[in-house]
């Protein structure tokens, strides 16, 4: 295929320029600091649920190893980290925002939350959520 080159390929010319090297050298160590702010959280959170790891584990229903290996990913899955908050007795909130205007988002393995919610916004009886009809947000 034209125009698809090996990645080792396209990481060797960005390397080879002392510009694009240092660019990519801090954005290592941005995603490294990133990732470690994130585990940090995560194990802050079980220990204030005053949780160990093996604890935490059989609440989930998995090994010690599997939650290590959840804890240090940096693409975790929405309803994983969901799992796991809920293992502690919380949950989680998503909220996407439009400038004033927020919309909780639900998480799709909540099937009749995600109903009952869509319901809510339609019928316009969310408390405390602002929602704006499409016209009137268009009108701006």
Known sequence: ?????????????????????????EMERQADAE??????????????????QEQLGRTMGISHTQ?????HQADLYLSTLQSYLIAMGG???????????????????DLAAATETETRIRDGVDAGVEHVPVAAREAS
């Open 1 to 25: 295929m034209s125009g698809h080159r090996p990645f080792s390929e396209l990481r060797a010319k960005i390397v080879a320029n002392p510009e694009r090297a240092a660019r990519l050298t």
């Open 35 to 52: 990732q470690g702010a994130y585990d940090r959280l995560l194990a802050d959170v079980r220990h204030a649920s005053a949780l160990t």
């Open 67 to 71: 939650l290590a290996l959840i804890i």
């Open 91 to 109: 949950d989680l909130e998503l909220i996407a925002r439009f400038g004033d205007m927020r919309l909780p988002l639900v998480i799709a393995d």
